[in-house]
């Protein structure tokens, strides 16, 4: 269950987070060069994730498929896309970490901010890792706790990251998710992989971890908030 909830405050927030979040993902996105025709997931869009960004990348010819596991979150998508004149993005409510989907589908399977919220974070990857074509890519992008400092130190921060980490322990998050990308690369589903670390930005900005192998390419990102 997504702790933050999926009532219409929470897809305001998420709607905001995704427009703040575009130059990141441009920056990403431009990484993997012409997109044109290509078949791609973002997996835990919520009510828009980086669709609109896909779509544009891959235009008429390509496929563009978003899931989450939230009814509320993919209705909310639906609206949002239709809003937009983006018909032709196909939207399903399932599982990141158990999707319905055939092996070697996508050229680009692709999540924001979504292992940080689950317990099943290496089984999520090896989900992405499998649906993906030979050659092709698995992109993550995920928050660090590295980042979240307060200086100088203040109680109410301390009240704050405790809080975060009960929350975190009780519910089995992988924590800092951003740290793990690379070790979360060598699940079953993607045990071809071969990471090598590469910097896509400032390291404020944005870190990227991309991994090379025989059967698929996985780019990271460790990135603060959601």
């Given at each position: 269950?997504y702790?933050?909830?999926?009532d219409?405050a929470e897809?305001?927030r998420?709607?905001?987070s995704a427009?703040a979040?575009?130059?990141?993902?441009?920056r990403?996105?431009?990484?993997?060069?012409?997109?044109t025709?290509w078949?791609?997931l973002d997996?835990?869009?919520?009510p828009l994730?980086?669709?609109d960004?896909l779509?544009e990348?891959?235009?008429?010819?390509g496929t563009?498929?978003?899931?989450?596991?939230?009814?509320?979150m993919?209705?909310a998508?639906?609206?949002v896309l239709?809003?937009?004149?983006?018909?032709?993005?196909?939207l399903a409510?399932?599982d990141?970490?158990?999707?319905?989907?055939?092996?070697?589908?996508f050229?680009?399977?692709h999540e924001?901010l979504?292992?940080v919220?689950?317990?099943e974070?290496?089984?999520?990857v090896?989900?992405l890792?499998?649906v993906t074509?030979?050659?092709?890519?698995?992109a993550?992008q995920?928050?660090?706790h590295?980042?979240?400092i307060?200086h100088?130190?203040?109680?109410?921060w301390?009240a704050?990251?405790a809080a975060w980490?009960?929350?975190a322990?009780?519910?089995g998050?992988?924590?800092?998710?951003?740290?793990?990308?690379?070790?979360?690369s060598?699940?079953p589903?993607s045990?071809r992989?071969?990471c090598?670390p590469r910097c896509?930005?400032?390291v404020?900005?944005?870190?990227?971890c991309?991994c090379?192998?025989?059967?698929?390419?996985?780019a990271?990102?460790?990135?603060?908030?959601?």
């Amino acid at each position: 269950e997504y702790v933050f909830g999926t009532d219409q405050a929470e897809i305001a927030r998420l709607l905001d987070s995704a427009a703040a979040r575009r130059a990141p993902a441009d920056r990403l996105l431009d990484r993997l060069g012409d997109m044109t025709g290509w078949a791609v997931l973002d997996a835990g869009c919520g009510p828009l994730g980086i669709l609109d960004l896909l779509a544009e990348r891959v235009g008429p010819t390509g496929t563009v498929t978003g899931v989450d596991r939230a009814a509320p979150m993919v209705a909310a998508a639906r609206r949002v896309l239709d809003g937009r004149g983006l018909t032709g993005v196909r939207l399903a409510c399932a599982d990141i970490a158990a999707l319905p989907i055939p092996d070697a589908v996508f050229d680009l399977a692709h999540e924001r901010l979504v292992l940080v919220n689950l317990a099943e974070a290496p089984r999520a990857v090896g989900e992405l890792a499998r649906v993906t074509r030979p050659g092709g890519v698995v992109a993550l992008q995920e928050f660090d706790h590295v980042s979240l400092i307060c200086h100088p130190p203040h109680p109410a921060w301390d009240a704050l990251m405790a809080a975060w980490h009960g929350c975190a322990a009780t519910r089995g998050w992988t924590s800092p998710s951003g740290a793990t990308c690379r070790a979360c690369s060598a699940t079953p589903g993607s045990s071809r992989s071969r990471c090598t670390p590469r910097c896509a930005g400032p390291v404020r900005t944005s870190g990227s971890c991309r991994c090379t192998s025989r059967g698929c390419t996985v780019a990271g990102s460790s990135r603060r908030g959601r």
